[in-house]
């Protein structure tokens, strides 16, 4: 009973760099999103995707690129690394397509980018 | 455009006195309002949710909170605080006519129960 998993929990980086952070959930959720937690801001949402194959964006996601061929997985790319996403990156998912569902959240990913 | 407030960035109390958290919100029509728990090193824990009904809404660990429409509030609150009620608070909100069940996350508070 895995639920959420992200990988890797910590990664160290240089700018400049591509950097690719895994989320894969067993409970054929439909939904996944991706958010960015830095203090002082909270949670901030950098993508979501409604099903395979259907990806938005959500209010920080300038640098980052998202796929999902597959419902459990949903990568997240960071295509050339700024110092500015040194973050703690969650990935949730929820099993509805109401607004009423719950999101169930992974253990998160510390990455630095140096 | 839907929005968060958590007025507080700490929150003190003593073991067994009562705890308030509090949250603000802004939204569009009836709002889905949400509180999370997070533990040092972990995820995001759902403790309990607001969608209609009643105001008072309980959740896990003994947490409830209270749905006040006028005040736009839905703060957070236990009888009796535990030091293991130590963490970090996230309020969140959703607007119902969004889809994809995005939330928009308060910036969190810190509870810090001493014995």
């Known amino acids: 009973d895995a639920g959420i998993t992200q990988s890797p929990r910590y990664k160290i980086t240089e700018t400049g760099r591509q950097v690719t952070l895994m989320c894969h959930q067993t409970w054929s959720h439909s939904y996944m999103f991706w958010y960015r937690q830095d203090l002082g801001h909270g949670l901030r949402l950098i993508y979501y995707s409604a099903a395979a194959d259907i990806t938005d964006k959500g209010e920080v996601s300038d640098g980052y690129v998202v796929s999902r061929s597959k419902t459990e997985n949903f990568p997240l790319t960071l295509e050339s690394a700024t110092r500015s996403q040194t973050s703690v990156y969650f990935c949730?998912?929820?099993?509805?397509?109401?607004?009423?569902?719950?999101?169930?959240f992974g253990p998160g990913t510390r990455l630095t980018v140096l | 455009a839907q929005s968060v407030a958590q007025p507080e960035d700490q929150v003190n109390v003593a073991e067994g006195n009562p705890l308030t958290v509090k949250c603000t919100y802004s939204v569009s029509g009836n709002p889905y309002l949400f509180w999370y728990v997070q533990y040092p090193n972990r995820g995001l824990q759902f403790l309990l949710k607001y969608i209609t009904g009643d105001n008072l809404v309980k959740g896990s660990y003994g947490f409830e909170a209270e749905f006040n429409k006028s005040q736009t509030s839905f703060h957070l609150k236990k009888p009796s605080a535990l030091v293991s009620d130590s963490a970090l608070y996230f309020c969140a909100v959703r607007d119902p006519n969004t889809n994809a069940g995005k939330s928009t996350f308060g910036d969190g508070t810190t509870l810090t129960v001493k014995p």
């Open positions: 949730a998912s929820s099993a509805g397509t109401g607004p009423t569902d719950t999101q169930y």
